[in-house]
């Protein structure tokens, strides 16, 4: 069974930095992909960023390109979200999500697992 746990989330003022990973197991993961995604108060749980396992593969959220970086972290089974220039419109709770199928994927329905989330608050 498949285990993802986030950690790394904080609290930060606006134009701060903070680095989300998350740590994979139970499984190969070698034909895999990790999703990023994050849900604020009331609102629906939308994509950040996204990558495969071999690292080769990324894709980000319009509103994460430039200012977040999604890469392997090689010497554990996880996955880091870097975060730069943090607003306070990136205030949510941020899951980490994987599936075992081709390509990445986008909507929160293309992943069969996740974690349990860390939240990030950005203050102005």
């Known amino acids: 069974q498949v285990q993802l746990v986030e950690s790394g989330g904080g609290s930060v003022q606006a134009g701060g930095s903070l680095r989300l990973s998350c740590a994979a197991s139970g499984r190969t993961f070698s034909n895999y992909a990790i999703g990023w995604f994050r849900q604020a108060p009331g609102k629906e749980r939308e994509f950040v960023a996204a990558?495969?396992?071999?690292?080769?593969?990324?894709d980000y959220a319009d509103s994460a390109k430039g200012r977040f970086t999604i890469s392997r972290d090689n010497s554990k089974n996880a996955v880091a979200l870097q975060m730069n220039g943090l607003k306070p419109e990136d205030t949510a709770v941020y899951y980490c999500?994987?599936?075992?199928?081709?390509?990445?994927?986008?909507?929160?329905?293309?992943?069969?697992?996740w974690g349990q989330g860390t939240q990030v608050t950005v203050s102005s």
């Open positions: 999500a994987g599936h075992g199928g081709y390509g990445l994927g986008k909507s929160l329905y293309d992943y069969d697992d």
């Open positions: 990558i495969r396992w071999s690292g080769l593969s990324k």
